[in-house]
């Protein structure tokens, strides 16, 4: 196997989901690509910025980076690449996953609504992936 991507988000299930993507990645020799993505979907409404005048984007790396450290440690058994994507969640993941031998994700985001069983992201990568999708509770 070649490139595993897996989506995180900052939830549960997304740590869940790329524990479990790093573990197929040890196990089967292919690095992990793992993405999080930041999406202002109203551009004409102010958004509040940090006081250092960082980007959004950027801390939007800073928190994955935190988050691929907290989940698989300093040396992760597998070759990492972490990536910090503009656009919405479900569009970039597509995008990202052509030509990756697996998409993982997991099953519900930071989506308030408890009573739904996938999320609208996970059911839009599972629907439209241009590889395998594995989905982790």
Known sequence: ???????????????????????????TGADLQVVMTWHNPYPDLWIPHDPSG??????????????????????????????ALEGPAARVLIETAKGADLLVVG????SGFVEVLLGSVTLHCVSHAPCPVVVVR
Not at 107 to 110: D, I
């Open 1 to 27: 196997m070649g490139r595993i991507v897996v989506g995180v988000d900052g939830s549960n299930s997304s740590r869940n989901a790329l524990r479990w993507a790093a573990g197929e990645a040890e196990q």
């Open 54 to 83: 960082t980007k959004p984007l950027e801390l939007i790396g800073r928190t994955l980076e935190r988050i691929v450290k907290e989940v698989l440690g300093d040396h992760p058994a597998v070759k990492v690449e972490a990536s």
């Open 107 to 110: 099953n519900r985001g930071l």
